[in-house]
């Protein structure tokens, strides 16, 4: 896909299953509310086909495309009411009037909106906006249904609970859905496909667990939670050598001594007295965090972040043992270098924040 | 500094309405001029709606000013649409395009598309009066349609456009989404232009005064005429009425923007 000369998508090969929950992560510009609307035919792809049922889609228009959107900003007609909103599709399918009554009030008592059929749209809250948007696309029974990070505008509670309403809603009535979000959290917790997406191209296709737990290069590993990204070598199979030290760890099919990103989540990581430690390094800070500590130790003058329930004082002398488990090994990517060193932590943590406060305007 | 900010307005207010306001009780003075207020009398209206040729002259100007107005609107709207769906550098060229015969002076525009009217009448088609009801019609739909993309266009940009995109999405055609969603949005615009639309071709004198033939003159065409005569009473009257005519629908067309501006509000809130 290319815009403005400017190539937005490349080399994107997807394959929806029916009565899926898949979805698109990714940071925005990544490529994935276009590939959405690719696939609800707002956009023609200047490459390559778009099929369903193995039928070529190219040059189907939206109005006949079997695949109903639901929008970011919900995109409700202002000048109807709840019912007519949800009764929009029905009524330019021209259906008889008593199955269009039917139908509108089963969508109104699945979403929750029983008793709201006669309430302008602007009377209603954020979520319940949501809420008609939902029930607007699903009503026509559409094979997909497409959603544009349907929940960015909402707050966080409200958030968590439509997470838990839509997983209910798709899997009640199975339809395929294909999910457009930037948080990584949503996305692990409500899908059964995870895409994860940068500069127009898929990083990783998985499972939620696999993603997360296996990733395949330092973008996924960063973007999907929290991420140490070492620089290793591949001795063999299942040894692996960074820091000066060899590790045993669960990862083989890679090149002798083939340099190698070595991936350890903050929360794998034990404390054990500096003697019976792996590495050893000092404590630089301490952050509370509720459930846990986020505490930064520098080995060596790389900086490492670990989540832990131990309080260990700043200035601290401490050591860490490594699993074999707890070490995954990737290729190395473009991305290697770009992410996993946690030198600049406070830097780091106030993007995050700053992300957070956008999501919830 | 409150008092003279007041005090400037009250002054501006008496400025503008003051000529009109000479106007009323001129209509209502039973002597013969404004400079002769011999008593109140009601006498110069029912003169006017006993006054078959002036009335006939008020029905013409209604007419062409309703008749140029909705055709404009349908053309302005549709002209709307097409400029909206260019690409912005574009659009903006266009607009400033169509926003210069707005300023073009009026006896120009009327000198101008009198020669054409002439040319084609004459040289084209042949016809020995060239000048007719239709070449004004026409001379009023051009210079209403500005003031009728002027309206609209804004309240296309304002309109969200994922709104067009969820209609296709519940299975309109293009067409179809505009009648079932578009237009409902731009209301507000399609009518305040009608408005003005209707207000500019009902009191154009210069354009009309150029294009018009003999067979069908309008109001203020004829009242011109008048002028050059001793002036009567009656037409006070009238001009009373066209002036309040006028007022009401300035003041409706400026109440629809209040309600949708608030409404717009509280959709934000």
Request: hydrophobic share 45%; proline share 4%; charged share 20%.
């Amino acid at each position: 896909m290319e815009f403005d000369g400017e190539r937005i998508l490349d080399g994107i090969n997807l394959y929806f299953n029916d009565h899926e929950f898949l979805t698109l992560l990714g940071p925005s510009g990544c490529g994935k509310t276009t590939t959405l609307r690719i696939i609800g035919g707002f956009l023609t792809p200047t490459s390559g086909d778009v099929l369903f049922d193995g039928k070529r889609m190219n040059d189907v228009p939206p109005y006949e495309r079997q695949v109903n959107t639901v929008f970011q900003r919900y995109a409700l007609f202002p000048h109807l009411n709840v019912f007519e909103n949800v009764a929009f599709g029905l009524r330019v399918a021209k259906l008889h009037k008593q199955e269009i009554q039917e139908r509108v009030h089963e969508m109104l008592g699945i979403v929750g909106l029983k008793g709201y059929e006669h309430r302008r749209i602007d009377s209603l809250s954020g979520g319940q906006q949501q809420r008609v948007a939902i029930a607007r696309a699903l009503v026509n029974r559409p094979k997909v249904l497409l959603l544009d990070e349907p929940l960015a505008a909402l707050d966080l509670r409200l958030r968590k609970d439509m997470q838990n309403e839509l997983k209910r809603i798709q899997q009640t009535l199975g339809i395929t859905f294909i999910y457009v979000t930037h948080d990584q959290e949503e996305a692990l917790s409500m899908s059964d496909t995870v895409v994860v997406m940068d500069k127009g191209r898929i990083q990783q296709i998985g499972r939620p667990e696999d993603i997360y737990n296996e990733p395949k290069n330092a973008f996924v590993a960063d973007f999907i939670g929290e991420s140490n990204i070492l620089d290793g070598v591949m001795l063999a199979d299942y040894k692996v050598r960074f820091f000066g030290r060899t590790f045993k760890c669960l990862d083989a099919g890679f090149a002798p001594n083939e340099p190698v990103d070595v991936v350890i989540r903050p929360e794998d990581i034990d404390f054990v007295p500096p003697e019976e430690g792996h590495l050893v390094g000092t404590v630089t800070s301490v952050t509370f965090k509720g459930l846990n500590y986020d505490i930064i130790v520098d080995f060596r003058g790389f900086k490492w972040l670990i989540q832990t329930t131990d309080h260990q004082p700043e200035g601290a002398t401490v050591g860490i043992r490594l699993n074999p488990e707890d070490i995954h090994v990737m290729h190395k990517s473009e991305y290697s270098g770009m992410f996993g060193d946690y030198s600049s932590y406070s830097a780091e943590y106030d993007e995050l924040t700053e992300d957070a406060d956008d999501e919830e305007e | 500094m409150k008092k003279v900010n007041r005090l400037i307005t009250i002054l501006i207010f008496v400025f503008l309405y003051i000529p009109m306001l000479v106007l009323i009780v001129a209509s209502f003075s039973s002597g013969k001029d404004i400079t002769e207020f011999e008593g109140f009398t009601f006498m110069r209206y029912a003169e006017v709606f006993r006054d078959r040729s002036l009335l006939g002259l008020l029905g013409n100007s209604l007419l062409i000013s309703i008749l140029a107005s909705s055709i404009a609107t349908v053309f302005g709207t549709v002209a709307s649409l097409g400029i909206y769906s260019l690409k912005p550098r574009m659009r903006k060229t266009v607009m400033s395009l169509t926003n210069i015969p707005m300023t073009n002076p009026d006896i120009v525009t009327g000198i101008s598309l009198s020669l054409l009217f002439v040319f084609v009448g004459s040289k084209m088609l042949h016809q020995r009066n060239s000048l007719t009801f239709w070449t004004l019609l026409i001379a009023h739909v051009t210079f209403n349609l500005p003031y009728v993309i002027l309206n609209v266009m804004p309240k296309l940009q304002q309109m969200d456009h994922s709104l067009v995109e969820a209609a296709m999405d519940l299975g309109c055609t293009p067409v179809k989404s505009f009648f079932r969603v578009t237009i409902h949005e731009i209301m507000p615009g399609i009518i305040t232009g009608a408005i003005m639309a209707f207000t500019m071709s009902l009191d154009d004198f210069v354009i009309s005064y150029f294009v018009t033939g003999l067979d069908f003159i309008t109001l203020p065409v004829e009242i011109y005429n008048y002028t050059k005569k001793q002036m009567q009473p009656k037409i006070y009257a009238m001009f009373t009425m066209l002036f309040l005519l006028i007022f009401v629908l300035m003041v409706v067309m400026n109440l629809l923007q209040l309600r949708q501006d608030k409404r717009r509000k509280e959709a934000k809130q």
